[in-house]
Structures are given as C-alpha cells and as structure tokens.
C-alpha cells in the first residue's frame, strides 16, 4: 500500500515536471495530475483506515491474552493450593501410620 502510494505520487510529480518542463501546460496534463494526486490521497486514507482498524485488532487481542493470563495465574495458585493440602494429608496420614506401627 505505501509503496502504492509512493510510485502515485513519484509519477504526478514526474508528469508536473514533463508538463512544466515543455513549457504548455494543457487543460488534460493538469487533469491527470490532479487525477493522480487524488488518488494518492485516497490511498493514503485507506491505508491510515487499514492501520487503524489493525491497531483496534491488535488491542483487542491484547485484552483477551491480558484475560486469559489471568485466568491462567488464578488457576496456578488453585493448583498450588490444592497441592499444599494433599502434601499436608500425606504427612498426616504418613505419621499416623508410623504411629501405628510404632506401638
């Protein structure tokens, strides 16, 4: 797209300067300059369109990874915590074991 717009308006300039260069500048020559640039112009608001609506992806995405991690941290120290609880029973039931066989 910028490279589009680029070459867009590489050839209005180049046309301007042919035209001015000859010395007539013809009612046509000036229309296709003005065609041209135009052109340009509403590539570059299409482009500026398309960046933008990009950008909005782009955070949208953002907002939903950002939900998500967090979820994914919520769900980590439920693990964790789960985790701790079983190791505790384990050590319970381990020395209520050795207790036992003890007496």
């Known amino acids: 797209m910028k490279n589009t717009i680029s070459t867009s308006l590489k050839a209005g300039i180049a046309a301007l300067a042919l035209v001015a260069a000859s010395g007539c500048v013809s009612q046509k020559a000036v229309d296709e300059i003005k065609a041209t640039a135009d ?10 369109a398309a960046a933008d609506s990009a950008a909005s992806a782009a955070q949208s995405a953002r907002s939903a990874a950002d939900s998500a991690q967090s979820a994914a941290n919520q769900a980590l120290q439920a693990a964790q915590a789960s ?21």
Do not use: G, H
């Open 83 to 103: 985790q701790a609880c079983c190791d505790a029973t384990n050590e319970k039931i381990d020395r209520m074991f050795k207790k036992s066989q003890s007496k």
């Open 39 to 48: 052109k340009a112009v509403q590539d570059a608001a299409a482009a500026k």
